[in-house]
Nanobody, 111 residues
Framework: VQLVESGGGLVQAGGSLRLSCAAS????????MAWFRQAPGKEREFVAG????????NYADSVKGRFTISRDNAKNTVYLQMNSLKPEDTAVYYC?????WGQGTQVTVSL
């Protein structure tokens, strides 16, 4: 299993970013995919998840209404659209499935 995140960067508060996670090594369409994040000095926390079909999603309360998780099973890719970003969203964002993790992508939100 390989998970490769991209799309992180530096953005001002109120801005948007779209993260991507390209997956390989397993039958992507059959598995739940999720995004987690870890801020400096804090534990890794769940952000959003999507079932294999993409029809059911769930979110951490802190990102509901601002972030949207989606997946393209034809491209073996899961996305995280992040809008109205806040400084407290600053973290390394990780893609995960079946207890596998990507290397993470840094998101930094400045005031």
């Amino acid at each position: 299993v390989q998970l490769v995140e991209s799309g992180g960067g530096l953005v001002q508060a109120g801005g948007s970013l779209r993260l991507s996670c390209a997956a390989s090594g397993f039958t992507f369409s059959k598995y739940t995919m999720a995004w987690f994040r870890q801020a400096p000095g804090k534990e890794r926390e769940f952000v959003a998840g999507t079932l294999y079909s993409g029809g059911i999603t769930n979110y951490a309360d802190s990102v509901k209404g601002r972030f949207t998780i989606s997946r393209d099973n034809a491209k073996n890719t899961v996305y995280l659209q992040m809008n109205s970003l806040k400084p407290e969203d600053t973290a390394v964002y990780y893609c995960s499935t079946q207890n596998y993790w990507g290397q993470g992508t840094q998101v930094t939100v400045s005031l």
